[in-house]
């Protein structure tokens, strides 16, 4: 069955950086976009990033680009989220999510979901 | 940037009840319309998508319909583990902007 486990969550001061990690299995991983969505504490979904599904396009909110960088290593089934410059308001729980679809461009139709890292961007 | 507005923002119903949310998106998106349904402290879970379409495993009781600018999650015969918060997803334009969710509760 597919499964996403996100890690790298953690407390960071403002300004610094963290590296988020989302392990997939259970599908072949590099037939497919991949996405990362973020949900503020207490507060609704907020897409952040997509990548296709060899690496070659990234899409980023404009709250976040310049800062996130969204990767893959298809060789490892492993999706990241590079975050530098890290602000307060990025404080949330980040969602790793897949793509439905098989296709050059993604669909955006997040079929599977992790279960979520916090990060929490505190002095 | 597409803005996506839901309505209500929430609402009580008993069980057995038929429950209609409606999202509404600041331009046309077609059909590219998904809505989800998450329970507190877990993941977000697909339940249609394409607007009307049930996605895999998910309950005949749940349906979706309309497209343009306007669509509707309908749940007919509200059981206990339906009560949740739901969210709509468009997926016509980048970025994928979310509603702000709607919460059903238990009257």
């Known amino acids: 069955q597919v499964q996403l486990v996100e890690s790298g969550g953690g407390v960071v001061q403002p300004g610094r950086s963290l590296r988020l990690s989302c392990a997939a299995s259970?599908?072949?991983?590099?037939?497919?976009?991949m996405h990362w969505v973020r949900q503020a504490p207490g507060k609704g979904l907020e897409w952040v990033a997509l990548?296709?599904?060899?690496?070659?396009?990234?899409y980023y909110a404009e709250s976040v680009k310049g800062r996130f960088t969204i990767s893959r290593d298809n060789s490892k089934n492993t999706l990241y989220l590079q975050m530098n410059s890290l602000r307060g308001e990025d404080t949330a729980v980040y969602y790793c999510?897949?793509?439905?679809?098989?296709?050059?461009?993604?669909?955006?139709?997040?079929?599977?979901w992790g279960q979520g890292t916090l990060v929490t961007v505190s002095s | 940037d597409i803005q996506m507005t839901q309505s209500p923002s929430s609402l009580s119903a008993s069980v057995g009840d038929t429950v209609t949310i409606t999202c509404r998106a600041s331009?046309?998106?077609?059909?590219?319309l998904n809505w989800y349904q998450q329970k507190p402290g877990k993941a977000p879970k697909l339940l249609i998508y394409?607007?009307?379409s049930l996605q895999s495993g998910v309950p005949s009781r749940f349906s979706g319909s309309g497209s343009g600018t306007d669509v509707t999650l309908t749940i007919n015969s509200l059981q206990v583990e339906d009560f949740a918060t739901y969210y709509c997803?468009?997926?016509?334009?980048?970025?994928?902007?979310f509603g702000p969710g709607t919460k059903v509760d238990i009257q």
């Open positions: 999510a897949k793509d439905d679809t098989i296709a050059v461009v993604p669909a955006a139709i997040l079929d599977y």
């Open positions: 259970g599908f072949t991983f590099s037939t497919y976009g």
């Open positions: 990548i296709s599904y060899d690496g070659s396009n990234e």
């Open positions: 331009q046309s998106i077609s059909s590219f």
């Open positions: 394409a607007a009307s």
């Open positions: 997803q468009q997926s016509f334009r980048i970025p994928f902007t």
